[in-house]
């Protein structure tokens, strides 16, 4: 299994940017789609972004598209993504995730590791 560690959450006020790191540390990461995903209090666990593992193919979901940008460096083992036009809906704690498989899903329950999740806050 591959262990992830998520960081650069904080608090920022709406339509500024931040940027999530996630650092990967075990098996192989080249070995590994990996997928950002959020879920806010009293919300459902919520798909934000995937890409495979040569990081050819990126998918975003509907309300992060053109403002969020996922990508991968594969040779530092670390997945980031760039958070722009931040809006207080985007509230919520960001979780990275890793998928033994070249592309991933918007399914949670297909990514077998998880890290601990970062906070990001959105004030009006």
């Known amino acids: 299994q591959v262990q992830l560690v998520e960081s650069g959450g904080g608090l920022v006020q709406a339509g500024g940017s931040l940027r999530l790191s996630c650092a990967a540390s075990?098996?192989?990461?080249?070995?590994?789609?990996m997928g950002w995903f959020r879920q806010a209090p009293g919300k459902e666990r919520e798909f934000v972004a995937v890409?495979?593992?040569?990081?050819?193919?990126?998918d975003y979901g509907d309300s992060v598209k053109g403002r969020f940008t996922i990508s991968r460096d594969n040779a530092r083992n670390t997945l980031s993504l760039q958070m722009n036009s931040l809006k207080p809906e985007d509230t919520a704690v960001y979780y990275c995730?890793?998928?033994?498989?070249?592309?991933?899903?918007?399914?949670?329950?297909?990514?077998?590791?998880w890290g601990q999740g970062t906070q990001v806050t959105v004030s009006s």
């Open positions: 995730a890793a998928r033994h498989a070249p592309y991933g899903s918007r399914w949670g329950p297909d990514f077998g590791s």
């Open positions: 075990g098996r192989a990461f080249s070995s590994y789609a």
């Open positions: 890409i495979s593992w040569s990081g050819g193919n990126t």
